[in-house]
C-alpha cells in the first residue's frame, strides 16, 4: 500500500520530468480587446510536455477589478488543484479566462500567488530591450 508522502514524492518526480517552470524575459501583457487586464516584467514560463507554453503573472501586476471570481476548480497531476478562478467583470456567461494554484504541489511551487490565462484573451511576450541573458530555470 502506497502512503500519501511516498504518492507526492512520486507525483514531484513526474511533475518535474513533464514541467519547467522559467522567469519569462522581457514584459508579458494580457488583453481583453482594447482592455490590459495584466502587465508584467515578473512572469513565469510554464513549460509542459505536450502543451503550449503557458505565461504565470504575479498577482499584484493582473488588475483584478477586471475579473470576477467563479465557484471552479480543477486538478493537475503536475501542478495540483486549481481552485481560484476567473472570468471577465460583466460577463455574465461565467466562461473562466483566468486562474491560478495557491498551493501548488512542490515541483511546481513557483506558480503559486501567479494568474494563469486562457488563448482567449490575447496575451503578448515582448522580448526585453537590453538583450538579456537566457531565462533561469526555477524548477
Not at 27 to 38: D, K
Not at 90 to 96: A, F, L, Q
Request: proline fraction near 6%; aromatic fraction near 6%; include cysteine.
Amino acid at each position: 500500500m502506497t502512503t500519501a508522502p511516498d504518492t507526492l514524492t512520486a507525483q514531484n518526480r513526474v511533475a518535474a520530468q513533464r514541467i519547467r517552470i522559467v522567469q519569462a524575459q522581457g514584459t508579458v501583457e494580457v488583453h481583453n480587446g482594447e482592455q490590459l487586464i495584466a502587465r508584467s516584467s515578473a512572469a513565469l514560463e510554464l513549460h509542459e510536455r505536450g502543451h503550449d507554453v503557458r505565461y504565470y503573472l504575479p498577482r499584484d501586476d493582473v488588475d483584478l477589478t477586471a475579473l470576477r471570481a467563479i465557484d471552479t476548480t480543477s486538478h493537475c497531476p503536475f501542478k495540483g488543484d486549481a481552485s481560484d478562478y476567473w472570468t471577465l467583470a460583466g460577463d455574465e456567461s461565467g466562461t473562466p479566462v483566468a486562474w491560478s494554484y495557491p498551493d501548488p504541489i512542490d515541483a511546481s511551487a513557483p506558480i503559486a500567488g501567479h494568474l494563469g490565462f486562457y488563448d482567449t484573451l490575447t496575451i503578448t511576450a515582448s522580448a526585453p530591450a537590453d538583450g538579456a541573458a537566457a531565462a533561469a530555470v526555477l524548477a
